[in-house]
């Protein structure tokens, strides 16, 4: 039977590890790496996580199952974070959560739950996170593609993303991204969210919201913004929540769907749905990460605690971006949009050819894409990085 299989491509970002792993030069520079780095170059686990998991081992009582919807009020709390209290009110019944084991399982529940309405393709972003269309499709839903991203610019193709909604027949869903773009890193302005929440409202579409990133932009309300306005508008919608990134807590399978409904009933009738769909893909979701949140989230204290360290995430990304975007000015090189891009990655405008070039000549690693990310470069290495792009781009010194 085995025998039948056919191989499978490598994922491009996870085969990097051992790659840049087995590469032994001093100067090696890792910017492919998908997770948040400090300044001595470890991912660290956050205080008020620790002092959330100190708890549980001294007060939890039991493994047992919790059941479908997981930790029903950590559930409750991102929901809260992540639509702002005057949200929650106006939505009421209309909106419900469950846990999922990670953003990428409520991203694969949302895509099979799209796939058993009936709904048209979903309209997707390109480029976006590697795996999207993937998991898309493995829930059974079609995918239509849309450019996303000029990358002569460095910006949103705005234009081209509003073309393709408004020829969207009504019930379309499409993917957006809440903020901190992976992997361009570059975000809708709120004017252009307005104009897309205008859009949704006028033509019946279905957001299905990626909120992977809240808090490493701009903060967690302005980061939320575009959002929000979305589920103002959207008669149903879908938001996919991770708390790999805004938590750091990437091993323990933190995530959440929330689906909004035109009535209340309409999205009991999708949640019993959902829960039928996870009952296959994981039966109930882990428990120990979604415990931490809900700690994290209703300890005043904890609560004070992670924001400070978020902000100061979120600040220490920004900080980079401004510094390589003016080193790479001085350079030469047209990458001066990457200061106002946010979250942890940009694309840069490299060839595949350019990208395998750096890596043997300068051991600076990248998908082939030119995503890079930025919360790896250390100042230090950051003139080094500079220099070789440009070399590897033809300007500059």
Known sequence: MLEKLQPQPIDPILSLVDIVRA??????????????????????????????????????????????????RSTELIVQLVLGEGLCRTLGGRVRGLQAAGG???????????????????????????????IMMAGGAQVRWVEYFDPRRQAVDFDATVD????????????????CHNPTGADSSPAQWRELAGIVSARGLVPFVDAAYLGLGDGIDADAAGLRLMLEAAPDAL??????????????????LFILGRTAEVTNVAMTNATAIARTLYSVPPDHGAAIVRLVLEREDLRASWLRELDAMR?????????????????????????????????LPL?????????????I????????????????????????????MGGGR
């Open 239 to 256: 938001v996919a929540v991770s708390g790999s990134k805004s938590f750091g807590l990437y091993r323990e399978r933190v995530g959440a």
């Open 104 to 134: 990428v399982a409520a991203l694969r529940l949302g895509a099979e739950l799209i796939a058993r309405a009936g709904a048209p393709p979903i309209v997707l972003g390109r480029p976006t996170w590697a795996i999207h269309d993937t």
């Open 315 to 347: 600040l220490r990304l920004n900080a980079i971006r401004a510094d390589f975007a003016a080193r790479a000015e001085r350079a030469g090189l047209p990458l001066a949009p990457v200061r106002d891009h946010r979250g942890m990655f940009s694309l």
């Open 365 to 392: 690693y990248m998908p082939e894409s030119g995503r890079v990310n930025l919360a790896a470069l250390h100042p230090e290495r950051a003139q080094y990085v500079v220099d070789a792009l440009a070399a590897a």
């Open 351 to 363: 060839t595949p050819e350019q990208v395998r070039a750096l890596r043997a000549d300068r051991a």
């Open 164 to 179: 393709a909604l408004k020829s969207a027949p009504s019930g379309t869903p499409f993917l957006v991204h809440a903020s």
């Open 23 to 72: 590469d032994a030069r001093a100067e090696k520079v890792d910017l492919g790496v998908g997770v948040y780095i400090d300044e001595s170059g470890r991912t660290p686990i956050m205080a008020a996580v620790k002092a959330a998991e100190r708890e549980l081992l001294e007060t939890q009582e039991s493994k047992v199952y919790l059941g479908s919807f997981g930790d029903v």
